[in-house]
């Protein structure tokens, strides 16, 4: 709805100007009625109106000076100046301020109707406008700000990746505000004290950037941030290293006492770098994976874990874990973390040897589990994602060892029993093939292709389920059949050997012999006596 203020210094018109038309259906409110200049412009100060209807002669100011003085302090309302016909020539002298409506002496209900339905339909389109430029401005920023975390991403994560330009190109395609000076990656990690569901945890990782954005946007540092896997990253540009030490001690000290109820908060800062494209997150990360070892709730500067040099055997740890997952073997794997609990327990293990170990184990249980299914002939999803989180979300050494380990021996269990579910359907499948194609040359082959899985897989499932190879299998079948038919006088051997599958009846009787003991004829005879 729009607003109006009415001003003249006669009772009998305002009350005129006010009963004159149905301001309801313009959607029009009257926010005030003035009878002075000096009230009227008052009143449009703390109204800010979208019409004052004004006499031009008012006591204290001129409905000109009016104009004059409100467009003085920046406020534009629509102007309709009222006049008899002796001052008109006089009112027109308000077009040097914008003004484009008038009314003469006496005021009638068409012209006034007619002045306003102008000034409206002004507005609307100026809102419509203003709303269209307005959305401009929001999408070119949500554009702007997909860019943004997406150059952070490669910057961060892929920077090998990334094309490298100079401060300046780069302040203008993504909005940014980098200087010449020096660089670090921050890492914000929140441990949680109670059990938080992966969306309960993605909402606090939420609320903890937004916290921590609009401390370090009110500060002299610039840094530009985003959440990726879970975690928060941040760069920072800067010139001061001793003020870079006093802010982020002052922001840790924030987010530890406004989240204190619900996590431990730890900051993980890289090495200085001079140069943007230099800047390294795995230094952030390691730094906050070293809480683990060193405690969390704290700062931890990656170029203070020098005391952290010795490495894990990564080659053997991936050789055994590799056997033991393409074996499906959970003793081993059971053994195997035991052995990695033991080379935990030094406290100089390097945290990026750690890193490297998470992730290269994640790396080969997701193509060898992979692997295993695709044997199967199941297709699988591996969740990725989740376990990184998981392992990520580790906050000492016994809670990583075991994230681990009950991640492998998860994925093994669940094929295993899948696997059995599964195998013993494709078996009950393919003997009931075989029943049913008896009088058809049956061949592995045949059957794993309308199993939809593997030939070699097959045939090693086959025997481990019946404890028999295939072909045994369709032999001792087709025998067996023989044996009822033969009991039947209708059939004569060669059609016999025909309905079970062998079209030559020699061929027939030889197995018949070699399987049984005597031949058809002679099995015939003693069961039809």
Not at 418 to 425: A, G, I, N
Not at 492 to 497: A, D, G, Q, R
């Amino acid at each position: 709805m729009f607003s109006a203020i009415l001003a003249d210094d006669e009772i009998n018109i305002l009350n005129l100007l006010e009963g004159l038309i149905d301001w309801n259906a313009l959607n029009i409110k009257i926010a005030a009625k003035c009878m002075t200049g000096t009230e009227t412009y008052q009143r449009i100060l703390t109204e800010t109106p979208d019409i004052v209807i004004i006499d031009i002669k008012m006591p204290g100011l001129s409905g000109l000076e009016v104009v004059r003085k409100i467009q003085e302090q920046n406020i534009f309302p629509n102007f309709i100046l009222i006049s008899g016909h002796k001052e008109f020539e006089y009112a027109r002298s308000a077009i040097q301020y914008g003004v484009e409506n008038y009314l003469v002496k006496p005021i009638n209900k068409e012209e006034l109707t007619e002045n306003l339905q102008q000034i409206i339909q002004r507005m609307e389109k100026e809102r419509s406008s203003k709303n269209y430029e307005k959305m401009l401005e929001n999408q070119i920023e949500t554009n702007l700000a997909i860019s943004r975390t997406h150059f952070l991403k490669m910057l961060f994560l892929s920077p090998d990746l990334q094309e490298q330009k100079s401060l300046e190109e780069l302040n203008q395609i993504y909005g940014l505000e980098l200087f010449s000076g020096f660089f670090r990656v921050i890492s914000i990690k929140p441990d949680t004290k109670k059990l938080f569901t992966l969306p309960q945890y993605q909402i606090l990782l939420k609320q903890i950037y937004e916290y921590a954005c609009q401390k370090f946007h009110a500060s002299s540092q610039k840094a530009y941030g985003i959440i990726d896997n879970n975690e928060i990253i941040f760069l920072m540009n800067y010139t001061s290293e001793e003020e870079l030490a006093v802010f982020l001690i002052s922001v840790f000290e924030l987010l530890k006492n406004k989240f204190y109820s619900y996590c431990y908060v730890t900051l993980g800062i890289s090495s200085r770098r001079e140069q943007l494209f230099q800047v390294s997150f795995q230094e952030a990360h390691a730094a906050v994976i070293s809480r683990i070892f060193l405690g969390k709730h704290r700062i931890i500067d990656y170029s203070g874990l020098s005391q952290f040099k010795s490495k894990l055997n990564l080659s053997t740890y991936l050789e055994q874990i590799g056997t033991y997952i393409d074996t499906l073997n959970l003793s081993g794997v059971e053994k195997l973390f035991l052995h990695l609990q033991e080379d935990f327990s030094n406290d100089t293990i390097s945290p990026s040897s750690v890193i490297d170990l998470c992730a290269k184990f994640l790396e080969l249980l997701k193509d060898q589990i992979r692997n295993q299914y695709q044997k199967a002939g199941i297709d699988y999803d591996f969740p990725k994602k989740q376990y990184q989180a998981q392992i990520q979300n580790a906050s000492s050494k016994e809670d990583l060892i075991s994230t681990l380990k009950h991640m492998i021996i998860g994925e093994i269990s669940a094929f295993q029993k899948l696997q059995y579910t599964k195998d013993s359907r494709y078996i009950s499948q393919a003997k009931e093939y075989i029943h049913d194609h008896l009088d058809q040359n049956i061949t592995l082959n045949e059957v794993a292709e309308m199993l939809y899985i593997n030939p070699s897989y097959f045939s090693t499932l086959f025997k481990k389920e019946t404890g028999e190879t295939f072909s045994n299998y369709i032999t001792q079948t087709r025998i067996g059949r023989s044996k009822e038919l033969l009991r039947d006088l209708k059939y004569s051997i060669s059609e016999v050997s025909a309905m079970v599958g062998y079209q030559d009846s020699k061929y027939f009787s030889k197995v018949f012999q070699k399987t049984v003991g005597i031949k058809p004829s002679k099995f015939r005879k003693l069961y039809t006596n």
